[in-house]
């Protein structure tokens, strides 16, 4: 009786896939994800002004190297992708901008009060989530990413152009119709995936996290440490796949069905018509 | 237990699955706002400085490859200078030799024609000499001959000769001189 009324008091850590509701300012709930995402939207400006800052100045630090290497090396991925310079100059800023938001949040999520600083109360909650272990987070940088990917194939084939590689007349190409139906359920596909893969990757990596620290119990602060290498290893990988997947997925855009690539990127290298 | 889990199937009934994983369009749109907010900025008054430092850096690669293609094109031209004029002095060289042989090999026939011909004078003086000195000494040899003849011939017939008696005696003498 003793070692089960002893279990059964063990305090469990509470794992909830929705992000919970710390306090509520009028009508705005405030979650601790928000609170997490605050931080991480400040870690990641306060990087790049001081990195711009450093250059301004002619200083230089390993910082400053890694923030510069990290960008320049992204920056020629776009390039590489999607083959045009000035078109890739201005499509760089929102893969570059998500790969950095995406990898300050996955990491700081790492942090070891994230998910271990509970509220006081009979049904404790934790104050400090991961950004992006709330799926309105990974929900809202995916539709981001679709849309402007959307957005620059409506200005690469035109508005009528980029509709009409989803919807066809049947009867004049039913196999056409169909691959435009198909293109449809892609393009949702594609977004649920680069969502629901963030949010499984780091809503998993917290559990797990927090499940290492539950069962080691004192011995956490040893056995919790290749687990978060491991996750910030892992926070890199999802950072770097939802960066090349938005790229691509700008760059398929871009292309209609039946012409080579090289057609349209001669034929719409800058989209505004410049 | 069996309200407990009925109760829970009930709550989970009136959940959409949106509520489940706790998507509310609020939040949504908030996180939206503040990633675009954040792209803004970094758009704005980040990437262009980033950019610029890279096209200069670009620029500075693509100028020194241009310099040191220049410089490469430069040390190629000058090589073909240098072997340009390496092949020139070479050729005013050969030249030079050449007409030095030439002239080296004119002036050698030219000296040895000269001493050929100033050999064959020597001779040819040195001939007319000696025929000359031979000529001299046949006379002489004759004048002498006579001389002796004539003293002889007195010495043997005791009595002057006439200069007809004479002249006979001289010649059979100088015939008989000749044929022995």
Redo the contacts between chains.
């Keep these: 009786m003793t070692l089960l009324s002893a279990a059964a008091d063990v305090k469990k850590p509470h794992i909830d896939i929705a992000a919970d509701t710390i306090f509520q300012l009028g009508f705005f709930k405030v979650t601790n994800s928000m609170l997490m995402g605050v931080l991480g939207y400040a870690i990641v400006l306060a990087a790049f002004f001081y990195t711009v800052w450093c250059l301004k100045h002619g200083r230089k630090n390993h910082f400053v190297s890694v923030m510069t290497w990290g960008y320049e090396t992204l920056y020629q991925k776009v390039e590489g992708i999607i083959g045009d310079k000035k078109l890739a100059r201005k499509i760089a800023p929102l893969p570059i901008a998500l790969f950095f938001t995406i990898l300050a949040n996955y990491w700081i999520g790492i942090l070891p009060f994230v998910g271990s600083v509970s509220t006081m109360g009979s049904h404790p909650l934790p104050i400090y989530r991961g950004l992006l272990a709330d799926m309105n987070t990974t929900f809202a940088l995916a539709i981001i990413s679709m849309v402007t990917a959307q957005i620059y194939a409506a200005r690469a084939l035109g508005f009528w152009g980029n509709v009409g590689r989803y919807i066809v007349n049947p009867f004049r190409d039913p196999i056409g119709s169909f691959v435009g139906l198909l293109e449809i359920v892609s393009e949702l596909s594609r977004m649920l995936a680069l969502s629901l893969r963030l949010f499984g990757n780091v809503f998993a990596g917290e559990v797990l996290l927090i499940m290492v620290g539950f069962l080691t119990s004192y011995a956490a602060g040893v056995a919790l440490l290749p687990f978060m290498l491991f996750e910030l290893f892992i926070g890199f990988i999802q950072s770097y796949v939802f960066f090349m997947l938005t790229t691509v997925f700008i760059s398929l855009g871009l292309v209609s069905h039946g012409d080579p690539p090289e057609k349209h990127l001669s034929e719409h290298q800058t989209p505004s018509g410049s | 237990m069996i309200p407990a889990v009925t109760s829970l199937a009930a709550e989970v009934a009136q959940k959409t699955i949106l509520?489940?994983?706790?998507?509310?369009w609020?939040?949504?749109?908030?996180?939206?706002v503040?990633?675009?907010l954040?792209?803004f900025?970094?758009?704005k008054?980040?990437?262009p400085?980033?950019?610029a430092?890279?096209d200069k850096r670009e620029q500075a690669i693509a100028d020194s490859l241009k310099a040191a293609a220049d410089a490469e094109k430069n040390a190629l031209k000058a090589q073909a200078d240098i072997e340009q004029m390496l092949k020139g002095a070479r050729r005013d060289a050969d030249e030079i030799l050449a007409s030095a042989k030439v002239e080296a090999n004119a002036m050698i026939d030219q000296a040895e024609k000269r001493s050929q011909e100033r050999a064959d004078q020597i001779i040819a003086a040195a001939e007319v000499e000696l025929q000359n000195e031979v000529a001299k000494a046949r006379v002489a040899l004759q004048q002498e001959t006579l001389t002796l003849v004539a003293a002889a011939t007195e010495k043997v017939i005791g009595s002057v000769v006439t200069d007809k008696v004479d002249e006979q005696l001289i010649r059979s003498a100088v015939e008989g001189i000749k044929i022995a």
Excluded: P
């Excluded at chain 2, 609020?26 to 939206?32: G, I, N, R, V, W």
């Design positions: 509520e489940e994983l706790g998507i509310d609020q939040l949504l749109l908030l996180q939206m503040a990633f675009l954040l792209l900025v970094l758009t008054f980040v990437f400085k980033l950019n430092m890279l």
